[in-house]
């Protein structure tokens, strides 16, 4: 019983230490977060982190994210890349999604 307990408290502990994890405020730290990582995160802050990660992207590669359905499809790629792999980097799948999408995202002015 004392097993079943303190496994839980742990459990609890592990969650609520997931949750409370923010994006982090400086392109270093936030490269090398997981998709899994992320996936922990509160929608808000996981939201402004693959913001801040895709703008990064795009910049490099001379392109912008639009607000449209460009956009939209650019999110799917990423979603399914990271159910495809928990364990990537989140900026590398953004980032390939973006070089993926480049022909069909505005330029850069």
């Known amino acids: 019983m004392k097993i079943a307990i303190l496994s839980s408290a742990a459990l ?16 270093e730290d936030a490269a090398y977060v997981t998709c899994r ?7 808000d802050p ?15 590669r001379g392109v912008v994210i639009p607000d449209d359905e460009r956009g939209g ?7 399914g890349g990271c159910t495809l792999a928990p364990d990537a980097y989140l900026f590398t799948v953004i980032d390939r999604a973006v070089q993926a999408e480049k022909d069909k995202l505005p330029k850069r002015q």
């Open 12 to 27: 609890l502990a592990l969650a609520s230490a997931a949750g409370a994890q923010t994006a982090p405020l400086n392109f």
């Open 37 to 43: 990582e992320a996936h922990a995160m509160p929608p």
């Open 46 to 60: 996981r939201r402004q982190l693959a913001i801040f990660l895709a703008e990064n992207s795009a910049r490099h």
């Open 73 to 79: 499809q650019l999110a799917l790629l990423v979603r």
